[in-house]
């Protein structure tokens, strides 16, 4: 689902404030109706939602030639595999995926332009598995950056995930680390870079979007 937000600073992502005001009217209504544990369930409802839609900035790396993390999770596939829908060749793949508690809002990998961004209806396995990558939702976007680099970041939604937001659309021009999206609740992303990168991260390691360097060129 490509909504076309545009970049800015911003506390809260997506559609969060509207979940973190369903919490309030809940907590409010407890307090209606003299309903201690109403008021308790809206007040933790809306703290929830205020937690996982929350949308810190970043301190995005200026070395030149970096590729940075698209997303904040963990490291669960660091593999060569056939890309051959956007790519047409085979790719270092990195997948990280993201829990409930993890900052959901992604961000591009590199400053470049988006090439194509299209999205996929399809399933909801569990992110973690490897067949998630070929069945479930997703939304690809295809970067060029400096000297024709291409990658790709698919965004792929999981078990509890049901929205893919793309903020981005072709032929607009990214920073390195500006956001591109966001997906609600527990979801992965797969980052696509060239088979001669050098990966600097292996699985079960923790990154962050923005900030944490996935490959040199």
């Given at each position: ?170 032929g607009q021009h990214l920073g390195r680390g ?25 699985v079960g390691d923790r990154v962050q979007a923005?900030s944490s360097i996935i490959t040199r060129f």
């Open positions: 689902m490509n909504s076309n937000i545009p970049e800015g600073r911003r506390l809260i992502a997506g559609p969060g404030p509207r979940f973190i005001l369903a919490g309030g009217v809940i907590f409010l209504l407890g307090l209606f109706i003299n309903s201690t544990w109403l008021a308790l369930l809206g007040l933790l409802t809306a703290g929830f939602f205020a937690y996982f839609f929350r949308d810190p900035e970043r301190a995005i790396p200026q070395e030149p030639g970096l590729v940075i993390s698209p997303a904040d999770g963990r490291v669960v596939f660091v593999d060569e595999v056939r890309e051959d829908r956007f790519l047409g060749r085979t790719a270092q793949r990195v997948a990280i995926f993201m829990n409930v508690f993890d900052v959901h809002v992604n961000r591009s990998p590199l400053a470049g332009t988006v090439v194509t961004s299209v999205h996929r209806p399809g399933g909801y396995l569990p992110a973690n598995r490897g067949a998630a990558a070929q069945v479930n939702e997703q939304q690809a976007t295809l970067l060029e950056g400096e000297g024709g680099l291409r990658v790709l970041v698919v965004q792929i939604a999981g078990l509890l995930a049901r929205r893919i937001i793309s903020y981005v659309r072709p500006e956001r591109l999206g966001l997906i609600c609740f527990g979801s992965r992303v797969d980052l696509y870079l060239p088979p001669e990168a050098e990966i600097l991260v292996k923005g």
